[in-house]
């Protein structure tokens, strides 16, 4: 079973930083897309970003120029680098596998608080 656990959420005023990381108890990590996704209550979750194996990034408008997504194979683990962080950006932020173009394992998520 795979296990992805989430770290580096907390609460930080706007126009701060914060880096998200996932360790994934993957056999392969290395050929694995990863992506962060994100959910506020009352909505659906919403892909954030996406890294392929060849480190092939996808972003979300709302985060394009401002968030960074990237892996360490070695540690099989993948980062979040979020800065000049919005009130807007505030929710729960999920590490997941994408298999087949689809979400296939989540994590526990872990809270990003931004204020204002």
């Known amino acids: 079973q795979v296990q992805l656990v989430e770290s580096g959420g907390g609460l930080v005023q706007a126009g701060g930083s914060l880096r998200l990381s996932c360790a994934a108890s993957?056999?392969?990590?290395?050929?694995?897309?990863m992506a962060w996704y994100r959910q506020v209550p009352g909505q659906q979750r919403e892909l954030v970003a996406r890294?392929?194996?060849?480190?092939?990034?996808v972003y979300t408008d709302s985060v394009k120029g401002r968030f960074t997504i990237s892996r360490d194979n070695g540690k099989k683990t993948v980062y979040l680098l979020m800065n000049s962080l919005k009130p807007e950006d505030t929710g729960t932020y999920y590490c997941?596998?994408?298999?087949?173009?689809?979400?296939?394992?989540w994590g526990q998520g872990t809270q990003v608080t931004v204020s204002s």
């Open positions: 890294i392929t194996s060849d480190f092939s990034t």
């Open positions: 997941v596998r994408v298999v087949g173009g689809s979400p296939r394992d």
């Open positions: 993957l056999s392969i990590f290395n050929i694995n897309t």
